[in-house]
T-cell receptor
Framework: GAVVSQHPSWVICKSGTSVKIECRSL??????MFWYRQFPKQSLMLMAT?????????EQGVEKDKFLINHASLTLSTLTVTSAHPEDSSFYIC??????????FGQGTRLTVV | AQTVTQSQPEMSVQEAETVTLSCTYD???????LFWYKQPPSRQMILVIR??????QNATENRFSVNFQKAAKSFSLKISDSQLGDTAMYFC???????????FGAGTTVTVRA
């Protein structure tokens, strides 16, 4: 069964509003979480990495004030897209890993900003 | 920084035939992992196969096998007896030992024809 649950699977929001995406590990302690962004027919681009208990590390070119990442616990990470605009429309995927465990991907969230 | 190159944007194969996807990478590391991931239309990332760089033996998982050439920094994926369910985008990925961050190639879209 799935070990990572990502919600919502798809969301439509109005321009200027904020959207929160959750990623939960179901049966292991996720010490490190990664958030990726993927445009259609393109590769996954790493946005940020978060380790439990510390602030997220953002990749170059990713606005940390726009994409808020909270690694709230060892089982939950959230990505909030603040003041979303149509160019933020994309597919967002989380990837979680723990100590001495495999890494697992979430199912992804398709965000459409209208 | 590591770069992963997949030079074939698209490939088509007849059902039951064999197809080989190429992947090259650039790194100064001596210990690392290489992966092939499958992303079907559902967009769920699925691990196909993993290779540890210190192992000379090529990894195999049922119909999927790799040709790992460490000196040439090449890591190709062979899909034998292709099935319609193999239709997906395939990503080659690199991970440094001790670091859970993945570097992805651009991806190859594989279409299996009936």
């Amino acid at each position: 069964g799935a070990v990572v649950s990502q919600h919502p699977s798809w969301v439509i929001c109005k321009s200027g509003t904020s959207v929160k995406i959750e990623c939960r590990s179901l049966d292991f302690q996720a010490t490190t979480m990664f958030w990726y962004r993927q445009f259609p027919k393109q590769s996954l681009m790493l946005m940020a990495t978060s380790n439990e208990g510390s602030k997220a590390t953002y990749e170059q070119g990713v606005e940390k004030d726009k994409f808020l990442i909270n690694h709230a616990s060892l089982t939950l990470s959230t990505l909030t897209v603040t003041s979303a605009h149509p160019e933020d429309s994309s597919f967002y995927i989380c990837r979680l890993t723990g100590v001495n465990t495999e890494a697992f991907f979430g199912q992804g969230t398709r965000l459409t900003v209208v | 920084a590591q770069t992963v190159t997949q030079s074939q944007p698209e490939m088509s194969v007849q059902e039951a035939e064999t197809v080989t996807l190429s992947c090259t990478y650039d790194t100064s590391e001596s210990n690392y992992y290489l992966f092939w991931y499958k992303q079907p239309p559902s967009r769920q990332m699925i691990l196909v196969i993993r290779q540890e760089a210190y192992k000379q033996q090529n990894a195999t998982e049922n119909r999927f096998s790799v040709n790992f050439q460490k000196a040439a920094k090449s890591f190709s994926l062979k899909i034998s007896d292709s099935q319609l369910g193999d239709t997906a985008m395939y990503f080659c990925a690199f991970m440094k030992l001790g670091d859970y961050k993945l570097s992805f190639g651009a991806g190859t879209t594989v279409t299996v024809r009936a």
